[in-house]
């Protein structure tokens, strides 16, 4: 009844709105928002302040460690000092393992040994760099494999691609491209020079770290960060070398970079070479500089060493480039061995990857830059 009056009480063409109460909450959605957004800041900093993991937020790899089994064991009558090399490469935690055979001087006897590449590592301030462990060296353990009987009696070429971690794509094309034999040397420069080297060594290439120097028009000629200069004190320079080392690990020795003036100046050159030789590194000189004291400071140490004979992309056309390729072969038939260097430019890759497959044709075995060092150490 109430409601009928109403209506017949309100004018002609108007209606009464019924009143609703509508529900409103106590703070709004941006009040919401802030409130859920202290709470994770909260959470967050009581997770950073009372949680003991200093590590917290690295990431983790889980390894599996396993349990040498009795095959693995050394036989009874072995040295101490090849016993402890075995134990310890049998606790290694990864996969990165060489069997290295270990002559005895004085009865003959052979023995292989189990190495896992940690045990040739030690800590500088700058991270892990090479060092001699056992009496095992980087140099044989990181060295190619080749057959060196066969290359005992044969002419050898050694190709070393160098420039390498700088230009993730000329690295790869270099990798995939050239056949295991080939060395690859990188420089301590690029984003990721460990994964790109690692990923070398995985196709079983060896490999070498280039060491900036310093060359005659330094510094409008700059090799980079860190070079090694002149003017500097051995410290200065060796700190410097730390440096380099621990950019990635995994090579059988260095080689120079640029460092015309540095390598042709014996009394800076000489604690280089020292260092190097007692980490158990092999050198190559690029062969730049006709000055380089390297030969004979090499010689002094008793260190591998190998000097390039040529230049193969100089100059970077196919012709020029198969003209050095020709005379590198006639160099390896009149002496027995020759070492060639080159930069990973497409035009080089592309020429070297063919002559390579007419190696064999031609009577000269491809090996890696240790074996050439080896065979010339022992001619």
Known sequence: MTEAADELSTPLGQKTERQKRRFRLPFTAIQALAVLLGLVLVAFLTVALFTDNPFGGEPVARIALRTPTADEKLPAGASGHTEQAAKSAQQAPTADNKTVTIIDGSSGKRQDVVIGSERLLEKSRYGMIPVVADGLKPFTVYAGDADRTKAAKMPVVAIVVGGLGVGAAKTADAIMKLPPAVTLAFTPYGADPAKLAERARAQRHEILLQVPMEPFDYPDNDPGPQTLLTTLTPEQNIDRLYWHLSRFQGYAGIANFMGARFTATDAVMQPIMREAAKRGLGYLDDGSSPRSAAPSLTAAQSMPFAKADFTIDAV??????????????????????????????????????????????????????????LKSKSG
Request: charged letters at 20%; aromatic letters at 2%; hydrophobic letters at 50%.
């Open 316 to 373: 970077p056309t196919s012709a020029e480039i198969d003209r050095t390729l020709v005379k590198l072969e006639t160099l390896a038939k009149e002496r027995g061995l020759a070492v060639g260097v080159a930069s990973a430019l497409p035009i080089s890759i592309e020429r070297l990857a063919a002559w390579i497959k007419t190696l064999d044709s031609r009577g000269i075995m491809l090996v890696p830059l240790t074996t050439a060092m």
